[in-house]
């Protein structure tokens, strides 16, 4: 959704207006009332932003600041012409009368003595205290300081001139300083450039100085006369000044420059660490800008312009020339940013002035230096050379005229791959045949008399035309049509002649018919060169004399071997038959020879024959397509014709072999299939068939002489047929998931999928963790086949390494983000997290404690009942491996405590030698013989009271201390140690010790432990930690085996885990790894979800905060606990709390909120492993949580500091950029949707919003003569803007204003959006990225900190290569978030999951076919930056605008890969009709892909294999499904003909007829992909691979319980209508599904809009043909064979009618249906027109849902009109049917059922023209008229009955009869709307649609309501639709019940 999809004219009006009373009523009350200005006074918000600055400390100076900004306002603007200003003035004025009394009592003195005093107060307390900015902060500070002090200085100007006092000279002396800063300090975007912020931390890096100061040499540049240097010129500016570029596009592209360069300098082997730029790094980026310009030059034959210069010294210069000329038309190119080779021309021209310029040539013309064509004003090369271009993309009137009428982007573009390019001259010629337009147009204009027409000769459309027609599938992939019709052939001969095995084809006879295969192949391909020369016949003008020649020659072969191949083929047969004795009789009589035709057969096949020998070799083939050489060229004009993009797509020898070998297998197994289920049981039946002869009929036979029964043949072989060519889509799934499955084993996935498998492996995790994330000094790889079986890492022993502690930093950070995002609670993510300060002290490694917990407690339980069997003992504690960890490091942290508490020296030697003896006998391995183990219990219950103490740390509690370390000392002297210790012997001289000292005095009595290290007096976190870790390890009693026990973290915990062990990149140093942005496109979606909404309750009372805690309750009650709650109450009135709860409700929906904190984790994890890069040892031991603590202020300021240094390697290496289109619009309109954006900035600092800005501008045109007045107009301007958030002020005590900055303002040529709204809004904004990976990430996505660690890992993929080319998208795995809501949401979410992982394996590897679909995977940024962007955008022909992305790359010699060790999330919709209008999107979005140049072009480009493989996954699984439905409606019109004619009576005897097996497969084929086998299969076995194939079964019954079969079937119907409708018609267009929680009923009439069309109808159409079947067909034929052939389809009418309301919550709830009948009446009788919206009325919804028909072409009306004539058979056969016939089978008796249906309609007028004229004049008289025609049409109807003896089913039958013809004449008229308007009947029309849409809403409602009154199905239907959240224990009831009054007493009331 994110962005502007409408269909509105070329220049898109904005969605959102300022109202007239918005801005009034906005105006000085919000935060933004600042922003909140009219367009066209944009100059005055720094003043008011001023003013409200200023407000808190002075409010008379911010009265001043706004008087002047409304005199401002009245000089920009006097007449108060723009929109909103006279509002905008008035309420200024009023609040200023308000202010002038409150301020003018508080003022001291005269206003302009006032204001001086404030400035010099500004000036000392803000300018002076900040001048010497040493960081960043600052630095942004003091740029908003001073930008504040000029505007201070303007009003200070302005109050002085009223008060006409001069301006002192102290204050101009400051305001000359401040000019002077305001010029250098401007808000930046990464890298401050100014001379002052030199020693900023990403300043000081050398890659950045190096590039600075490569920029910077400008020696030798011949600067325009008259220019004033300044300081810091570089490189870029001379470009400015000499080729008019605008200064911000060029301030935005010096950044962009650096930190590219300074990227790839740094990843350089060996960089000199003195700031000079790496040559290597140069050439690099060279290389991969200028490809594609190279490739362009190489193709047209002309020579590139980039020279360089012999000279050494200036190479680098030129190098830099020649990057930033490109880099700057790009940044400004706008929408011509999708058209590159048009870049490639202007650069071409304007790199060869550049060298021009340099070289000192003179111009031969004027005998002068070369000077730019476009010369240096400022904006002159958007003026004079992108606005032309760009004014010719806007001739798309808004999609809704044809596709061949107007140039689409591609279009433009392509004109500039052929060398009449040239031709456009440079300077461009405003007369050349580029700029001509279409014929209506000059026609439009002429009409309107303007005189400035440009030439008549439209040039057309470039190599292809997009028109709308079925032919496009046959014509883009016509090899793959052509094997299957030839392979059906050759089957059905095979199986007809000889014995019918396949053996059969050694018989001379059979192989000679076999061989006619190759005449069927001459006519197939005479089709394709037809095809060829219609559909590409508007291109003609455009097109090179070589490609007509080669379109015409195709023509001439085909047409010849048409001929030559019958003929010869005639020849060879001795005594031929029928079609070769015909032919022998047209060219004479004489000897066949049948070598004559074998030859033919060779010649005509050797150009396959070459082809095939070039596929096994692929190398060959891809050199001879790129080559240049003349004689290479002509080879293979004649193969395809030649073309810049889609040459040398080859993949390597390997890759070809993996995938040929998949596609022989399946289509093995296909044909076989085909052979001997389908084709070969039917061919007796047939020829049994073709023998009857049969004489009656059952209706008037127009051909009673038929021969062979052919109707009959048809009616039996059309369905098998189709489902011949279907079924290899059936078996892509088979073959899919069987591959799929292989290749995710291989790939090791799902090895740790659950938390005990994670607890089994997490040893060797540390090392896994280590070795895949933290950068090795030296990498030694595993290769082979042994490094796919098993990985080991290198276990970590203990604390003392460095790799311990980088874990830990890693590990506890995953662990705190669960917590942040209340995934966890306190007690569990103690129980999760390790140590943060590695004690050294321990040398052993300390594990998470949710392993240990428990295990202590449980070892000293069986030490005490051990009974000193110590080997049992030894056993049972080894069993357990963290049993002994736990073990282990008790013991030593009890050393480690009571040795640091302990003082005195003989208790010190007492317990040295107690520990050493215990250690010794560890050592021994005796110590459970030599102790009593028995008394540890009281020892331990002494030793977690000492534990307890010392976390209370209190003073009082030092004799308790005491007493218990006595306690322990007599535990272990009497109980436990067998021996006695020497040193407590002596120590107490034979007695116990300090017992029996006798009567000496207190003071010299020796008190053991009288001198203890206790309180704690340097208690730090570590100590704290220890004595944390310690007391849970020895009191937690409960296994921690169920934590974490939120689902979603466990996945992600064992994914996270599970991904280590996987093939992934060793991840590189921050500073070396390859730098990458974000860009995320943004319309007018939820921001952050507000107070009202999540508690405004919806129609059941459910407001969204309850659904959510019902949906989430672990996750809500850990919310409680975070922010320290006990309930929802305790919220309610803080605003700190209400903030937070609105946060945790919109991390829970599609939020953009929940996409930007995703993101951001990107940020944070580069923060944290900079930090693990940099740190030195000490450092890293003490961990990055100490060094953030410490990041105070001061510390901040520290430039050296760590912290600072880390933050900017992440600037360096990540941005991310949020493109909110309307955020200009939202912020003047006071949206609050632009305060949350602006919050999320203040939030984030580092992220950026892009949007665009439509500002009113007046500009001068002239002078009026009469009035001698300027002339002024008020005209749009379009800037691209970049913001960021403004800095706090220095008095943080200051209410702050949130507020933000721009940084870049670029203008546009126009309106940015002329093409699909998603695109160009990525276009607009993808200058303001940076880096040499961008990630495109949706509004509905979400990404984890785990997975934000191996981001770097992941980038090196573009390193590697993959196959013969370096990857150019990197595909990433999504997880879908939002199946937990609802049955539907499940299915989507397993159907997309599926698709995502299983899907997208197979398409990378080995079929090769992956493109981009959604929005995770990474670009290579520079390879589509030069290639035409990151998608298409051509209006409606790319409405899938994201798979282009991946078509264009591969076309252009890209390479698409897909990894699966990281993941994204992904929502996706929930509700049927959220899921409908998706389904629908992408359905007409592959409709239009049909009909692409894109795909065909791969369809030709590719190899036979590969072409497979591109058909399947794309147009081909829509045009398959498409014939799923083809094979009902031709299986039931084949049965309606056979039963109406009678012939089935008559073959009744026959097998065909009674018994046919192949027709029951191929109608089982076609459910198996109706009921969705073809998802399930690889779904399950997706989840079989990673949780377990037990899971995958219970999962796949509990769906089929819960009617996942007709979810599937229903979504079949929505896919084949759209694709279908928008194939034939267009009329497709961009639906925002909406991304909210849907658990609310939709109405009747909102179902019936939306799925009349595409199910209903349908639906009721298959329900008749069933009926007249079932009727007519019953008495001769076993129940069981109709039920099973039948089964399926009624099962498929009962979904397409029922399955809107058994989906829809509360569909079965009385009161809910009584509502839905009064809302569906009202919308039925509500008058349409103009102005009404569809929801409102019946007549509006019915015209717009014909609307289609009005832009279809004639071909398109053609067809529909033939469709329509199936209705009119019904009639036909059925007449005849009806009893008072008699059998008469006469013509006329039809003719007399038209006369009936004549007169009914005719009845109908005259009522309806009766009402009209009599109803209000002779009402009585009318009324007695209408009583007349009832009585005397009750009297026919009797009459009839008794006379002709009708029977029910006479009227039954008359009603099927005559309903369908009604229907098919109402199609008939919707298509030939014109004359239907013209003959003056469209009223009636619409009066007869009124009626039928009543019956068909009768016949849907009433079933519904039936069943409502059972309140039994309300309650079942609740259980199937929501038992995923049944199934965690949630009240969904109450989720749909709400919390809600109840109704009856609301009634009664």
């Known amino acids: 959704m994110a962005y502007q999809r409408r269909e509105s004219n070329n220049n898109m009006q904005p969605q959102r207006r300022i109202l007239r009373t918005q801005t009034v009523g906005n105006l000085g009350e919000s935060m933004m009332d600042s922003e909140v200005v009219p367009s066209s006074l944009v100059e005055i918000a720094p003043i008011l932003r001023v003013a409200n600055e200023v407000e808190p400390i002075n409010p008379r100076v911010a009265y001043l600041c706004r008087f002047y900004a409304f005199e401002k306002a009245h000089r920009l603007d006097p007449t108060s012409s723009g929109r909103g200003v006279r509002q905008f003035k008035t309420a200024l004025l009023q609040r200023l009368e308000r202010e002038n009394e409150t301020t003018s009592t508080a003022k001291r003195g005269s206003d302009a003595r006032e204001m001086k005093s404030f400035y010099q107060h500004y000036y000392r307390k803000y300018i002076e205290a900040l001048q010497n900015a040493a960081d960043k902060a600052d630095r942004a500070r003091l740029t908003k300081a001073y930008q504040t002090a000029a505007v201070l200085f303007e009003v200070l100007k302005a109050v002085n001139l009223t008060e006409a006092v001069e301006v002192d000279d102290e204050i101009l002396e400051k305001h000359t300083k401040v000019t002077e800063k305001t010029q250098i300090y401007v808000p930046y975007n990464i890298l401050p450039l100014d001379p002052e912020s030199s020693h900023q931390a990403i300043m000081r890096y050398p890659e950045i100085q190096a590039s600075v100061i490569a920029l910077r040499n400008t020696r030798g540049l011949p600067w325009p006369k008259g220019h004033k240097k300044k300081v810091d010129e570089d490189i870029l500016d001379w470009l400015k000044a000499m080729f008019g570029f605008q200064k911000d596009s060029v301030a935005n592209q010096r950044e962009h420059l650096i930190l590219l360069l300074a990227n790839v300098h740094i990843r350089q082997p060996n960089p000199d660490q003195q700031p000079k730029l790496d040559d290597r790094a140069l050439t690099e980026v060279m290389k991969k800008l200028f490809k594609n310009y190279k490739k362009w030059c190489k193709y047209l034959g002309r020579k590139s312009s980039l020279w360089l210069p012999t000279i050494q010294q200036e190479v680098q210069q030129r190098k830099l020339l020649y990057m930033g000329l490109y880099l700057l038309i790009w940044g400004e190119a706008a929408n011509l940013r999708f058209m590159p080779e048009c870049l490639c021309y202007i650069y071409h021209h304007m790199a060869f002035e550049l060298y021009g310029m340099l070289a000192g040539s003179v111009s031969p013309m004027t005998g002068e230096n070369i000077k730019p064509a476009y010369g240096g004003e400022e904006e002159v090369f958007l003026r004079k050379v992108i606005t032309p ?82 032919w496009h599938i046959f014509r883009s992939n016509d090899r793959m049509w052509s094997f299957f019709i030839l392979c059906l052939q050759a089957m059905i001969i095979i199986a007809w002649n000889g014995s019918g095995d396949l053996s059969g084809i050694i018989d001379g006879d059979v192989f000679q018919k076999v061989s006619s295969i190759f005449i069927t192949a001459a006519i197939l391909k005479f089709a394709q060169a037809v095809l060829d020369i219609v559909m590409s016949w508007k291109a003609r003008k455009s097109m090179s004399s070589h490609v007509q020649l080669r379109y015409l020659l195709k023509f001439v072969s085909v047409s010849a071997w048409v001929i030559v191949l019958p003929v010869t083929y005639a020849y060879s047969w001795k005594n031929p038959s029928g079609f070769a004795q015909t032919i022998k009789n047209w060219f004479g009589n004489s000897k066949g020879s049948p070598s004559l035709f ?62 040929t070998m998949y596609w022989v297998l399946l289509l ?190 449980i070892a000293l339980d069986m030490a005490k009942d051990s009974n000193g069997r110590d080997t049992e003992l030894n056993k049972r504690l080894n069993a357990d491996v963290y049993m002994g960890c736990a073990i282990r490091e008790c013991y030593a942290l009890c050393k480690n405590i009571i040795n640091f508490l302990v003082l005195g020296e003989r208790e010190e030697l007492v317990i040295n030698e107690i520990f050493s003896k215990v250690d010794h006998h560890i050592e021994q391995g005796d110590l459970l013989v030599e102790f009593n183990m028995s008394a540890l219990p009281s020892l331990y219950v002494q030793f977690v009271q000492l534990i307890e103490y010392l976390m209370e740390n209190k003073k009082e509690d030092k004799d308790k201390v005491v007493i218990v370390l006595l306690n322990m000392l007599e535990v272990v002297t009497r109980d436990i140690l067998d021996d006695t210790v020497p040193s407590l012997q002596e120590s107490s001289h034979g007695g116990s010790y300090g017992m029996h000292q006798g009567m000496m005095p207190l003071d010299q009595q020796y008190q053991y432990f009288g001198t203890l290290h206790f309180p704690v007096t340097e208690e730090t976190e570590a100590w704290k930690e220890k004595i944390r870790r310690l007391h849970l390890l020895l009191t937690v009693k409960e296994s921690a085996m169920d934590v974490p026990s939120n689902l979603e973290a466990r996945r992600r915990m064992s994914f996270f885990s599970n991904s280590l062990f996987m093939d992934m990149p060793v991840a590189p140093k921050v500073r070396n790894m390859i730098s990458f942005s974000i860009l995320t496109p943004y319309y007018d979606e939820e921001v952050l979800f507000s107070i009202d909404l999540l508690e405004q309750p919806n129609e059941d009372g459910v407001s969204i905060l309850f659904y959510l805690q019902k949906i989430f309750p672990d996750e809500w009650e850990n919310f409680l606990e975070r922010v320290g709650c006990s309930s929802e109450e305790d919220l309610k009135g803080n605003t700190r709390l209400e903030e937070e709860l609105r946060l945790w409700a919109s991390y829970r929906g599609q939020t953009l909120t929940k996409t930007v904190r995703g993101m951001m984790y990107n940020r944070q994890a580069l923060e944290l492993q900079a930090f693990l890069d940099m740190a030195k040892e000490e450092d890293l031991m003490k961990g990055y949580k100490a060094a953030a603590e410490m990041n105070t202020d001061e510390q901040v300021k520290i430039e050296g500091s760590l912290l600072t240094q880390c933050q900017a390697v992440a600037d360096m290496k990540f941005t991310y950029v949020v493109s909110c289109q309307q955020y200009g619009i939202q912020k003047r309109s006071g949206d609050r949707r632009a305060t949350d954006i602006l919050r999320l900035m203040t939030k984030y600092p580092s992220v950026r919003v892009a949007y665009v800005d439509e500002v009113e501008e007046v500009e001068e045109r002239g002078r009026d003569k009469n009035r001698d007045t300027a002339v002024k107009k008020v005209e749009k301007v379009y800037y691209s803007a970049l913001v960021k958030a403004a800095p706090k002020s220095v008095d943080s005590s200051e209410p702050d204003q949130k507020l933000d900055q721009v940084i870049y303002r670029i203008k546009l040529p126009g309106p940015a959006i002329l093409g699909e709204g998603k695109p160009e809004n990525q276009n607009h904004a993808i200058i303001f990225t940076r880096g040499e990976g961008l990630q495109t990430i949706d509004m509905n996505q979400d990404n984890y900190m ?23 998208i990197l595909g990433l795995r999504e997880h879908i978030f939002t199946g937990s809501v609802s049955s539907l949401a499940w299915f989507m979410s397993n159907q997309e999951n599926s698709f995502v992982t299983i899907g997208q394996r197979l398409l990378a590897n080995p079929l090769k076919v992956r493109f981009h679909y959604g929005h995770p995977d990474v670009f290579d940024r520079l390879f589509h930056l030069t290639r035409g962007g990151v998608s298409k955008a051509s209006k409606i022909i790319n409405l899938s605008e994201d798979i282009f992305a991946g078509f264009n790359s591969t076309l252009r010699g890209g390479n698409v890969t897909h990894h699966e060790y990281i993941q994204v999330g992904k929502g996706r919709d929930v509700g049927l009709n959220q899921i409908s209008l998706f389904e629908a999107k992408i359905g007409c979005g592959n409709g239009e892909q049909a009909l692409s140049r894109d795909i065909y072009r791969l369809g030709h480009r590719f190899d036979f294999f590969r072409m497979l493989s591109c058909y399947f996954t794309t147009v081909g699984f829509y045009f398959s499904t498409l014939l799923t439905v083809l094979t009902v409606y031709v299986f039931l019109y084949g049965r309606l003909y056979l039963v109406l004619s009678g012939l089935e009576e008559g073959l009744n005897s026959h097998p065909a007829i009674r018994d046919n097996k192949p027709l029951q497969v191929a109608l089982a084929s076609q459910s198996f992909v109706q009921i969705g086998l073809l998802m399930a299969l690889p779904m399950m076995m997706e989840i079989g691979l990673e949780r377990g194939f037990r899971n995958a079964l219970t999962d796949f019954i509990l769906m089929q319980l819960q009617l996942a079969p007709v979810f599937f079937t229903f979504s079949l119907g929505t896919r084949t209508h759209y694709f279908g409708r928008t194939l034939l018609h267009g009329g497709a267009r961009y639906r925002g599904t909406g991304r909210g929680f849907v658990v609310f009923h939709a109405k009747f009439a909102d179902n019936y809009r939306l799925y009349s069309r595409s199910h209903f109808v349908k639906g009721i159409e298959l329900m008749i043909l069933l009926l007249v079947y079932h009727i007519f067909g019953h008495a001769y034929r076993g129940v069981l064979a109709y039920v099973f052939i039948t089964v399926s389809i009624w099962f498929l009418v009962g979904t397409w009618l029922f399955a809107p309301f058994f989906f829809n919550p509360s569909g079965y709830e009385w009161q809910k249906i009584l509502d839905d009948w009064t809302d569906w009446n009202k919308w039925m009788n509500n008058r349409g027109g103009i102005g009404v919206p569809p929801e409102k009325s019946w007549e509006s919804w019915w015209e717009k849902e014909q609307e289609h028909l009005s832009h279809s072409g004639t071909r398109g009306i053609i067809f529909e009109m033939l469709l329509s004539v199936r ?163 949630l009240q969904i009831s109450r989720i749909l019940g709400g919390p809600k009054k109840d109704r009856s007493s609301s009634n009664k009331e």
């Open 389 to 470: 271009i760009y004014n010719e993309a806007r001739h798309s009137k808004g999609g809704k005229s044809k596709h061949s009428e107007w140039r689409n982007y591609d279009d433009l573009n392509e004109y500039f791959w052929s060398v009449n390019c040239f031709k456009l001259g440079w300077p461009m010629r405003d007369e050349a045949e580029f700029f001509c337009l279409p014929v209506e147009e000059i026609r439009a204009d002429r009409t309107e008399g303007s005189e400035t027409v440009k030439g008549d000769r439209w040039i057309g459309k470039i190599n292809f035309v997009e028109t709308r027609s079925f």
């Open 1346 to 1368: 785990e997975e934000a660690f191996k981001m770097r890992n992941l980038l090196q993929e573009f390193l590697k290569k993959h196959g013969v080319r370096k990857p150019t």
């Open 1767 to 1929: 209705f009119f058979i019904y009639q036909f056969g059925l007449v005849y049917h009806l009893s008072f016939i008699n059998k008469n089978k006469s013509f006329l008796v039809y003719g007399i059922s038209w006369l009936v249906i004549f007169a009914v309609l005719l009845l109908m007028k005259v009522i309806s023209a009766g009402r009209r004229q009599f109803s209000a004049d002779f009402q009585i008289v009318f009324r007695f008229i209408e009583v007349l025609i009832f009585l005397s049409f009750v009297s026919i109807l009797i009459t009839l009955i008794v006379l002709l003896n009708m029977t029910l089913l006479d009227v039954i039958v008359a009603i099927l009869a005559f309903m369908p013809t009604g229907w098919g004449m109402l199609l008939m008229a919707q298509a030939l709307k014109p004359l239907v308007v013209r003959a003056g009947i469209w009223g009636s029309v619409r009066a007869l649609a009124r009626g039928y849409e009543f019956i068909i809403g009768m016949l849907l409602f009433i079933p519904v309501a039936f069943l409502a009154w059972f309140p039994f199905v309300s309650e079942f239907q609740t259980r199937m639709l929501f038992n995923q959240a049944f199934s965690r224990g």
């Open 668 to 857: 093995t197994a296909k044909l076989a299939f085909s052979f001997y289920i389908e084709i070969k049981p039917l061919v007796g039946p047939t020829k049994e068939i073709m023998q009857v002869h049969i004489s009656t009929y059952q209706w008037h036979e127009f051909f009673p002489q038929a021969k062979n029964n052919i109707g009959v043949i048809i009616a039996l072989w059309s369905p098998i047929i189709i489902v011949y060519f279907m079924d290899t889509q059936i078996w892509y799934a088979i073959f899919s998931t069987i591959f799929g499955g292989i290749y995710g084993a291989f790939r090791r996935l799902g090895e740790i999928r659950t938390l005990g498998m994670l607890r089994s492996r997490f040893q060797s995790l540390p090392g896994a963790f280590n070795a895949c994330l933290i950068p090795a000094e030296k990498v030694e790889k595993p290769k082979g086949l042994k490094a796919t079986f098993s990985r080991k890492f290198a276990e970590i022993k203990s604390n003392k390494d460095k790799e311990a502690a980088k874990f830990s930093q890693m590990w506890n950070k995953i662990i705190e983000s669960f917590r942040e995002e209340d995934l966890i609670n306190y007690r569990e993510m103690n129980l999760l997290l390790v140590p943060y300060r590695a004690d050294r002290e321990l040398d052993l490694i300390q594990w998470p404690p949710f392993l240990l917990a428990s295990k202590l407690p």
């Open 598 to 659: 074998i030859i033919a057969v060779l010649i005509y096949l050797s150009p396959n024959m070459l082809s095939a020998v070039l596929f096994l070799f692929p190398l060959i083939r891809r050199s001879l397509e790129r080559s240049d050489y003349k004689i290479v060229r002509l080879m293979m004009w004649w193969s395809q014709p030649r073309l810049y993009v889609g040459r040398g797509m080859q993949e390597s020898a390997f890759s070809v072999f993996k995938y």
